[in-house]
């Protein structure tokens, strides 16, 4: 077992109405998935929150089905959990990349994720971080969430539009009043 270095750890935010959480998995290396996926869910339940599951193909997939349900459904947030070990190619960095790069893209738009897909240089390193008893790594991308979802709660109202473009309701025209529906 690897001891990891003591950390800060923000205490559990509180809410006045239930919390819906997405996680969404990768489930390549299934027990260190299954694992994360043991975490992230025992600390969504300890805030009060409901989850759903829903496994991608891959690492790459999370980000994408993370934009599908927001576009397409009604959740607080999103976990995503997943693993990357490094291989002898340079696919472990374009993986490691391009899905936590998509992730925190989503996350300047407004969504509420936790990024708990491990980028690791070997097996044992993804097991002693995805171990409830150890690292819990997929509890901690639950919590960070959870606590995105907090701060989205206490700073106002929740916005639909995802991607570049404002859903077409938030687009004012020149000479348009937003209160005046005839101008």
Same mark, same amino acid.
């Given at each position: 077992?690897?001891?990891?270095?003591?950390?800060?750890?923000?205490?559990?935010?509180?809410?006045?109405?239930?919390?819906?959480?997405?996680?969404?998995?990768?489930?390549?290396?299934? @027990?260190?998935? @299954?694992?994360?996926?043991?975490?992230?869910?025992?600390?969504?339940?300890?805030?009060?929150?409901?989850?759903?599951?829903?496994?991608?193909?891959?690492?790459?997939?999370?980000?994408?089905?993370?934009?599908?349900?927001?576009?397409?459904?009604?959740?607080?947030?999103?976990?995503?959990?997943?693993?990357?070990?490094?291989?002898?190619?340079?696919?472990?960095?374009?993986?490691?990349?391009?899905?936590?790069?998509?992730?925190?893209?989503?996350?300047?738009?407004?969504?509420?994720?936790?990024?708990?897909?491990?980028?690791?240089?070997?097996?044992?390193?993804?097991?002693?971080?995805?171990?409830?008893?150890?690292?819990?790594?997929?509890?901690?991308?639950?919590?960070?969430?959870?606590?995105?979802?907090?701060?989205?709660?206490?700073?106002?109202?929740?916005?639909?539009?995802?991607?570049?473009?404002? @859903?077409?309701?938030?687009?004012?025209?020149?000479?348009?009043?937003? @209160?005046?529906?005839?101008?």
């Amino acid at each position: 077992m690897a001891t990891a270095e003591q950390h800060y750890i923000l205490p559990r935010p509180e809410f006045d109405k239930p919390v819906k959480i997405l996680i969404v998995r990768a489930p390549y290396y299934k @027990d260190i998935g @299954d694992n994360l996926l043991q975490g992230a869910t025992a600390e969504i339940e300890a805030a009060g929150g409901t989850w759903e599951l829903v496994d991608v193909p891959g690492a790459l997939e999370v980000p994408t089905a993370i934009g599908i349900a927001e576009r397409m459904s009604n959740f607080d947030g999103y976990v995503a959990l997943g693993c990357v070990i490094r291989g002898e190619t340079t696919h472990y960095e374009t993986v490691c990349n391009d899905s936590s790069r998509a992730i925190q893209l989503l996350g300047l738009q407004g969504l509420c994720i936790g990024n708990g897909i491990l980028t690791v240089e070997n097996r044992k390193q993804a097991e002693v971080r995805a171990d409830v008893e150890d690292q819990n790594k997929g509890g901690g991308a639950a919590a960070a969430a959870l606590h995105l979802v907090a701060l989205g709660r206490k700073w106002g109202g929740q916005r639909k539009g995802v991607g570049f473009l404002p @859903d077409a309701d938030e687009i004012q025209f020149a000479g348009e009043l937003k @209160d005046n529906p005839t101008a």
